[in-house]
């Protein structure tokens, strides 16, 4: 079926309903916990939020993003046993959960959310709690009517903003999901084999591999700067540039990559010699390549992404995602194999 992305909208109302009133009383159970200013720079830091699961259970104002841990419930999640029912229901992988808030007056400008795509492999879905008719919510130009205890899929790798015109506090339970067969089900047929189409990344569980196994693919290698936006978050972008050296080492029984020097993330094994990378979907693997027994080529493969990460961190769009790319990250050194630390 060829792809036709005028026909399609850039919003799917998906078969959920969920109760209004338990999710603010779930709400006003967390209406003590400090809300913290969400980042980017298109708004003034007036939208807040709590995180209900994120990586290793922090809280946090950064989304999906490479780690050495796993995404999971914070402690707060347990003060919101419906929010939680909620979640263990949706039977996918979930990455980052928040309440989001948006004031009166509030407004979160123009930007993009680059790495939220059918292509790369992670969707956002919101649930709204309180919202009002006098709250501008745009996605690609349209205005969108989502009511209160609906569950939406909405297209954020395109260009979108959010203004509260309204007198209430506009709160939303917004949901980053990995891609799996549960996912799809709650989508139209017709609107799925469109994304199947264009290219779709499901997630894989990992491979069985012994540590002798994975020790086999220590090896060194550089990262250069036009791609480290992806593996490192948190940091000014400016220091990112020149990129980063790179080793791959089995630490306590994990294939760790470390970032000059500090473990950064993880490595899952997927495939003979392709390995996903914990914390991020399944758009963007790592594949580690042998020959006699010698790491010979370290390849990145990315699907969805725009050419411009820079940009991209910033919420600004510079032109169309790739459909996919397979960039060589290239060896500092050899590392025979068996180096491993404890």
């Keep these: 079926m060829t792809p036709n992305s005028f026909s399609d909208p850039v919003a799917v109302r998906l078969p959920r309903n969920y109760d209004v009133d338990l999710l603010q009383r779930d709400l006003q159970s967390l209406r003590e916990v400090r809300r913290a200013a969400q980042p980017g720079p298109y708004h003034k830091g007036e939208w807040t939020g709590i995180a ?8 946090s104002v950064f989304p999906s993003a490479a780690g050495t841990d796993h995404y999971q419930e914070t402690e707060e999640l347990k003060r919101a046993p419906y929010m939680r029912q909620i979640l263990s229901e949706l039977n996918c992988p979930k990455e980052v959960v928040r309440i989001l808030f ?6 979160i400008k123009d930007h ?21 008719p006098e709250v501008a919510f745009i996605i690609d130009a349209q205005r969108m009517h989502w009511n209160a205890g609906e569950l939406w899929y909405g297209d954020f790798s395109k260009v979108h903003s959010v203004k509260n015109d309204s007198p209430i506090v506009r709160v939303h339970l917004v949901m980053d999901v990995q891609i799996n067969d549960f996912v799809l089900s709650l989508f139209p047929p017709e609107f799925v084999e469109r994304r199947r189409a264009e290219g779709i990344s499901t997630t894989s569980e990992p491979l069985p591999a012994s ?13 250069p700067g036009e791609f480290m936006p992806m593996f490192v978050i948190g940091k000014p972008l400016t220091s990112l540039a020149k990129g980063a050296d790179a080793a791959v080492r089995l630490i306590e029984g994990k294939l760790t990559v470390l970032i000059e020097g500090r473990p950064a993330f993880t490595l899952e094994r997927v495939a003979d010699e392709t390995f996903a990378i914990s914390g991020l979907p399944s758009g963007m693997k790592l594949e580690i390549r042998r020959e006699n027994h010698v790491v010979n080529q370290v390849m990145l493969h990315m699907k969805g992404l725009p050419k411009d990460l820079y940009s991209a961190r910033l919420g600004i769009f510079r032109g169309p995602a790739l459909a996919e790319q ?17």
């Design 211 to 223: 540590e002798a196994e994975l020790r086999r693919f220590t090896c060194d290698f550089r990262i």
């Design 326 to 342: 397979s960039v060589p990250l290239p060896l500092t050194k050899q590392v025979a194999s068996g180096g491993s630390f404890s």
């Design 112 to 132: 993009f959310d680059f790495h939220t795509s059918f292509q790369f492999g992670l969707l956002r879905l919101h649930i709204p709690i309180i919202t009002h």
């Design 52 to 59: 209900l699961h994120s990586m290793a259970g922090k809280q």
């Design 102 to 107: 948006l004031p009166p007056g509030g407004h």
